[in-house]
């Protein structure tokens, strides 16, 4: 299968279900991690435009450690808007990687980029599959079944699905831990130890599914969506 995972930032795909990309990528699935904006903002000192380009090397560290295609939108962080322009990048993203599944943030999450990141691809996957709408790659034949990763901290998330991510919670850290710049900004800006972090989230959806660590997920369950079998791993 062809599996797109599209983040808002260049660290949301690691922090919220990188155990369950590695284990697509392990089990010979292609996996295509996406992120919208370029992350420019996430530092109190380097200036944005050299943050962007760190934090595309980060991302494409971190891809490279499961075997996956690195894609960076390269939008403004906080410039994320559910516009035409940004809607037909996003069309474009899904008809060029054709995916079988899409993950992407829940529409309740904490904060502006992760929500309209998840209306847009949940917007684009539906007008992906229009003729009429021109982009560059030919428009794709199926609306794709989508599944919400976990909120940061799982705040009001309740999953439906989960993925024992046990044997490869360590490649999540990995995948991480390229972020250095994030280990940085996250336990200045937000006073978080976001190893630490990932790491208390997985087990507690562990716990609620009888394994060490998962990580949990919901499927966006609409007409056209809905599917008997199960996709994740
Ligand atoms: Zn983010």
Same mark, same amino acid.
């Given at each position: 299968m062809n599996i797109l995972a599209v983040g808002a930032h260049p660290d949301d795909l690691e922090i919220l279900c990188a155990g369950t990309l590695a284990k697509y990528s392990r089990d010979g699935h292609r996996v295509?991690?996406?992120? @919208?904006?370029?992350?420019?903002?996430?530092?109190?000192? /380097?200036?944005p435009d050299e943050l962007a380009k760190? #934090? $595309?090397?980060?991302?494409?560290?971190?891809?490279? &450690?499961?075997?996956?295609?690195? &894609?960076?939108?390269? &939008?403004? *962080?906080?410039? %994320? =808007?559910?516009? #035409?322009?940004?809607? @037909?990048?996003? %069309?474009?993203?899904?008809r060029r990687t054709?995916? *079988?599944? /899409? &993950?992407?943030?829940s529409p309740d999450d904490y904060m502006p980029d992760h929500t309209v990141t998840s209306s847009l691809i949940f917007n684009a996957s539906f007008i992906a599959t229009l003729p009429h709408t021109k982009t560059e790659s030919k428009y794709f034949e199926k609306i794709t079944p @989508? =599944? =919400?990763? *976990?909120? %940061?901290?799982?705040?009001?998330?309740?999953?439906?699905? =989960?993925?024992?991510?046990? $044997?490869?919670?360590? /490649?999540?850290?990995?995948? @991480?831990?390229?972020?250095?710049?994030q280990l940085k900004w996250l336990s200045e800006h937000d006073k978080v130890d976001i190893l630490e972090f990932i790491e208390v989230v997985a087990r507690f959806r562990g716990l609620q599914c009888g394994v060490l660590?998962?990580?949990?997920? !919901?499927?966006?369950? %609409?007409?056209? #969506?809905?599917?008997?079998? !199960?996709?994740?791993p």
């Open positions: 295509s991690m996406a992120h @919208l904006c370029n992350g420019n903002k996430g530092h109190h000192h /380097i200036p760190i #934090r $595309d090397k980060e991302a494409a560290s971190s891809a490279k &450690i499961i075997g996956a295609e690195h &894609i960076n939108l390269g &939008i403004e *962080d906080l410039d %994320v =808007y559910l516009e #035409r322009e940004q809607v @037909l990048a996003c %069309v474009e993203l899904i054709k995916p *079988d599944v /899409i &993950i992407t943030h @989508l =599944y =919400y990763m *976990d909120t %940061v901290a799982g705040a009001k998330f309740h999953p439906t699905e =989960y993925v024992d991510t046990s $044997d490869t919670f360590a /490649i999540k850290k990995k995948m @991480l831990s390229c972020h250095q710049s660590y998962a990580e949990g997920f !919901r499927k966006a369950e %609409v007409w056209g #969506r809905n599917v008997t079998k !199960r996709f994740l």
